[in-house]
């Protein structure tokens, strides 16, 4: 089973996130909205006891609730290329204090540390061979996106398959926050 712990987003956020989506850009793979969220941890391929593991100790945690925006465009970029478009997060104290008390548990239980830096985002698109003059031109028009502040009262551990369109998640447990 391949794992991550994340944020869902709701279904009228996810609505007005798509709306950023399929302008211009030949060789960008769009996200479909279904599968908007926010890694806080990828966890990958888990056996049925280890997940089981990993439910006790994100089910013990005890964390406060928070709002969230997401705002500003951006991509990431592998090997001087550009990856993927990414849609941000506005700084957030309480989603930092989140996701580190996730990753302490984690490691508490013996999973290896996430040696990636945190970067809070939500992916748009999967980009392959984009012309940068177009992409440029996209994340400019698009780079002063703004949503509404959505409230954040649970985060999710997800299972993903992956499809050859689109990989599919499936919400496996929700964990409130208090």
């Given at each position: 089973?391949?794992?991550?712990?994340?944020?869902?987003?709701?279904?009228?956020?996810?609505?007005?996130?798509?709306?950023?989506?399929?302008?211009?850009?030949?060789?960008?793979?769009?996200?479909?909205?279904?599968?908007?969220?926010?890694?806080?941890?990828?966890?990958?391929?888990?056996?049925?006891?280890?997940?089981?593991?990993?439910?006790?100790?994100?089910?013990?945690l005890?964390?406060?609730?928070?709002?969230?925006?997401?705002?500003?465009?951006?991509?990431?970029?592998?090997?001087?290329?550009?990856?993927?478009?990414?849609?941000?997060?506005?700084?957030?104290?309480?989603?930092?204090?989140?996701?580190?008390?996730?990753?302490?548990?984690?490691?508490?239980?013996?999973?290896?540390?996430?040696?990636?830096?945190?970067?809070?985002?939500?992916?748009?698109?999967?980009?392959?061979?984009?012309?940068?003059a177009?992409?440029?031109?996209?994340?400019?028009?698009?780079?002063?996106?703004?949503?509404?502040?959505?409230?954040?009262?649970?985060f999710?551990?997800?299972?993903?398959?992956?499809?050859?369109?689109?990989?599919?998640?499936?919400?496996?447990?929700?964990?409130?926050?208090?």
């Open positions: 089973m391949r794992l991550f712990v994340g944020l869902d987003l709701p279904w009228a956020l996810r609505q007005r996130v798509a709306a950023l989506a399929g302008a211009g850009i030949p060789g960008a793979r769009w996200v479909p909205p279904e599968n908007y969220h926010l890694t806080l941890r990828f966890i990958g391929e888990t056996p049925g006891y280890r997940a089981e593991e990993i439910d006790l100790a994100l089910a013990g005890r964390v406060r609730g928070f709002a969230l925006t997401l705002a500003g465009v951006g991509t990431f970029a592998k090997g001087g290329r550009s990856s993927a478009v990414w849609l941000g997060v506005e700084r957030n104290p309480q989603l930092d204090h989140l996701q580190n008390k996730i990753e302490i548990a984690l490691q508490r239980i013996g999973l290896e540390p996430e040696r990636r830096r945190f970067v809070p985002h939500v992916s748009l698109a999967r980009l392959d061979n984009v012309v940068e177009k992409l440029a031109s996209y994340v400019q028009g698009h780079n002063l996106f703004r949503a509404d502040p959505v409230a954040v009262e649970h999710t551990l997800f299972s993903s398959q992956l499809g050859n369109e689109a990989s599919v998640y499936t919400a496996e447990v929700e964990y409130a926050l208090t």
